[in-house]
Structure formats: C-alpha cells, structure tokens
C-alpha cells in the first residue's frame, strides 16, 4: 500500500545534501547538479509527449530528487530512474496511469533523438530489449517505492500561487501569475523540493516574479510571514533559481558503474534489438502460420497446374493436328489445280 494522505516530511538539511550517496561514491557537485537536471528534463519533455497534467511532471520530478537523496547515481542510471519516477507519478496523480510500453517507447525514442539517430528503427515488442527495459523498470519502481517507504506524498507550490497573490489584495497583471508559475516549475530541478516546504517555495517564486515586473508587495508588515516563510528562505530559492538559469544545457554523463548494487546497466538501452527466441512467442507464431499459409499456397498452384497443363498440351496438340490437316488439303487442291492446268496447256500446245 502506497501512503499520501499523511505529511510531507522528507526535508533535508545542507550538510546532508553535500554529503549526498553520490559524493561518497566520488561524484562532484557539479556532475550531481548537471545529472539531476538532465533527469528533470527528461521528465518534463515525456510527460509532455506522453499528454500527462503538470502535476504527474512535477511528481516525477520531486520523486526522482528524492530518491538521489538516498542513492547514488553511481548504482542507479539516471535514464531509467527518470522513466520509473514518471510512470509510478501516473498511478499517484489524476488517476490517468500509463502503461509500461508506453513510457519505455517514449524514452526510447527520445534517447535516439537526443542522440541525433533520425533513422532508427521503432523498438520491435517482441524483442529481448523491449522485455529487458520493461523489467528493469517494473524493478526501478519498486526500489523507489522501498526507499521511500511506500510514503509518496508530495505536496507543490503551484497551488498556493494563486492562493497568494488573492490573499495579498495587490492588482497582479496575469503575466505576474504565469512568470510565477514558470518558475515554479523551473525550481523543480533544482534540489529545493527537498530543503523548503512548498509554500517557501511559492513565496520565493512569488517575490521574484513581483521584482521582475516591478509590482510592490506588501512590507510593513511583511507579507511572507502571514505564509509561514522567512526573508531568508525567499532570498535562498531566488539565488537557486538564479544558479539555475546560468548553468549550460545539461548533457547525460555516464557515471553509472556496472554490477553495482542494482541491475540496472547500460547493456538493454544501447543494445541491438533482437527477436526473443521462444517457440511460443508472438513472432514465432506468425512465422510458423505464414509458412504453412505458403505450402497451401504451393499445394494449390500444383494442384491447378496438373489439371490445367495437360489441357494446354491436348489444346496445342489438336491445334497442331487441326493445322497439318488444312496444309494437306491445300496441297491436294493446289497439286490438282496444277495438274489441270498443265493438261490444258499441253491440249492447246498441240492443237
């Protein structure tokens, strides 16, 4: 049983977070930093392409933070952690749960376009790949859900954004409003889901926004405090984000080490797809009908042909026959005509 309905208490401190499993496993802050964002994304863009809500995103994303809080990136690719926490966000979220094979062919084919491979064949079901990746990630999940405790609550800043700015009684423009959003779900790749509660989060998201469109808030006395948030905590989430959007575009770094504690290698994402070789197996079967649907085929073509050759070979044989009659009886009236005509010209002759 998966528990939500409790509170949302798994919050750690700075020390904690640099002395994180990957560091031990002598990954440096910045291959941290750049894989977490690499994750998020490939969170948010499948989402997107899989036409899940921003809530099933922003669960993913904050469950995938989470688990890198408790292991190492070193022992757990990060393709495939990113696959599991989006697909255990569908069954918690909006109740629209996808299936396997539709998270794994998404992943597939956006690993293949980030790795510029345009022509690439579509993942073949039936193949030793496709039931490798559907294992490995039936078995992400449950070591997600293990570290977690089967605790999965997650609670966003979103929803207290528009709370916020009503409270506030201040004329906000909609841009306000959507600026604050955007943020909110650009700090999800940041690690503050795991250092503020959401509603730090929001207020901090909240007063960069306002700064950015030059809208005063309210100071004396500070709004922050009737949300429970510090001056210190909104001036922490605006730096962040600051960090955030200075860093480059983040690439995939191959730090996961082979054999490690969990089965997940780098073998069934990059292998050849290959046909399972199993008698009872989908493809097995369509071979064997085929080939039994063309020995019928045979079996007909050889069937008809015994009884239509002979006919052709009688019907040429009486052409044949019908031919060397009509070439006799022309040279029998050519040869009497012939001989007519010479007795009359030998009776003229001699007369």
């Not at 926490?85 to 956006?110: D, G, N």
Request: hydrophobic share 30%; net charge positive; glycine share 4%.
């Amino acid at each position: 049983m998966i528990y939500r309905a409790i509170l949302d208490t798994f919050y750690l401190t700075d020390e904690q977070l640099h002395n994180s499993p990957s560091r031990k496993d002598g990954i440096d802050e910045a291959t941290e930093t750049m894989l977490r964002i690499y994750g998020c994304e490939l969170i948010q863009e499948s989402g997107i392409l899989l036409k899940l809500p921003q809530a099933v995103m922003a669960t993913g994303q904050v469950l995938f933070h989470r688990f890198y809080c408790k292991k190492s990136f070193a022992g757990f690719d990060v393709k495939k952690v990113a696959a599991s926490c989006l697909w255990l966000a569908s069954k918690l979220e909006e109740e629209c749960p996808k299936k396997a094979r539709q998270v794994i062919i998404v992943f597939h084919r956006m690993e293949c376009r980030r790795e510029n491979k345009l022509a690439t064949e579509p993942l073949d079901l039936n193949s030793k790949k496709y039931s490798d990746l559907k294992t490995e990630l039936s078995r992400a999940e449950r070591h997600i859900l293990k570290e977690m405790g089967f605790v999965c609550h997650v609670e966003h800043p979103h929803k207290f954004i528009s709370n916020y700015l009503a409270t506030l009684g201040t004329p906000t423009p909609r841009e306000l409003t959507q600026e604050a959003w955007n943020l909110a779900n650009d700090s999800l790749r940041t690690t503050l889901c795991v250092r503020f509660k959401s509603e730090v989060v929001a207020c901090g998201v909240v007063y960069a926004a306002a700064r950015r469109f030059r809208v005063p808030l309210p100071e004396n006395p500070p709004w922050w405090k009737a949300f429970d948030a510090e001056k210190s905590g909104i001036d922490q989430v605006c730096r962040v984000l600051a960090h955030l959007y200075s860093l480059p575009k983040a690439n995939y770094i191959p730090v996961c080490k082979d054999g490690g504690d969990s089965s997940f290698t780098n073998k069934s994402w990059n292998s050849i797809s290959q046909p399972i070789p199993k008698e009872n197996s989908p493809s097995a079967i369509d071979d064997k009908s085929k080939e039994r649907e063309k020995e019928r085929d045979i079996g007909r073509y050889r069937s008809m042909t015994e009884v239509i050759v002979p006919r052709i070979e009688q019907q040429k044989i009486r052409g044949h026959l019908e031919k060397s009659r009509h070439h006799r009886d022309r040279d029998y009236h050519n040869s009497s005509y012939s001989s007519r005509d010479e007795d009359r010209h030998r009776h003229h002759s001699y007369a």
